[in-house]
T-cell receptor, first 113, second 113 residues
């Protein structure tokens, strides 16, 4: 089955800096890669996703890049703010339809004012 | 995105008892999922809840321990049976959106004494 590795496990940055979280996956059939943000005491929130026919996708301060050859994808957050502090999870899903997501172990991002 | 609610939001239970968690969605969805998130850990899929048929359980999870109901396209329940302290976790309901993305509810925080 699919295996997703996520790094780093913790990331501390100063407000205004950029943050990058990286994930690798094992199943070359995976074609959907979402990112979730989970704040303390809340459920995971889908913040951005990318499908295998696209190499990069941006939404304001966040972007995701995908390298299918190397089987890795990354989340980029620019101009970080204290409210970006949370745990971020990447995930991958083979095929489509009724296939299920496999999650990385998560990255705790701390943005200091 | 779908609006998902869960009841209860949290509970403290005695070992040996059972708890039923409810998940309500504001629109009809085909796929509903139940996840477990142990303290400080990633998300683990328990089962996929299909309307009109039995749930599909992942390896390591059985129907006797985690019975699931899916009476219609907007509602599902997960029961945690004969609880032990190892069942202390966050239990999350998730649904598949129209573009096959996945959204999560706020979670139910369960503590078993």
């Amino acid at each position: 089955g699919e295996n997703v590795e996520q790094h780093p496990s913790t990331l501390s940055v100063q407000e205004g800096d950029s943050a990058v979280i990286k994930c690798t996956y094992s199943d070359s059939a995976s074609n959907y890669f979402p990112w979730y943000k989970q704040e303390l005491g809340k459920g995971p929130q889908l913040i951005i996703d990318i499908r295998s026919n696209v190499g990069e996708k941006k939404d304001q301060r966040i972007a995701v890049t995908l390298n299918k050859t190397a089987k890795h994808f990354s989340l980029h957050i620019t101009e970080t703010q204290p409210e970006d502090s949370a745990v971020y999870f990447c995930a991958a899903r083979p095929n489509s339809g009724y296939s299920t997501l496999t999650f990385g172990k998560g990255t705790m991002l701390l943005v200091s004012p | 995105s779908a609006v998902i609610s869960q009841k209860p939001s949290r509970d403290i239970c005695q070992r040996g008892t059972s708890l039923t968690i409810q998940c309500q969605v504001d629109s009809q969805v085909t796929m509903m999922f139940w996840y477990r998130q142990q303290p400080g850990q990633s998300l683990t899929l328990i089962a996929t809840a299909n309307q009109g048929s039995e749930a599909t359980y992942e390896s390591g999870f059985v129907i006797d321990k985690f019975p699931i109901s899916r009476p219609n396209l907007t509602f599902s329940t997960l029961t945690v049976s004969n609880m032990s302290p190892e069942d202390s976790s966050i239990y999350l309901c998730s649904v598949a959106g129209k573009a096959d993305e996945q959204f999560f509810g706020p979670g139910t925080r369960l503590t078993v004494l």
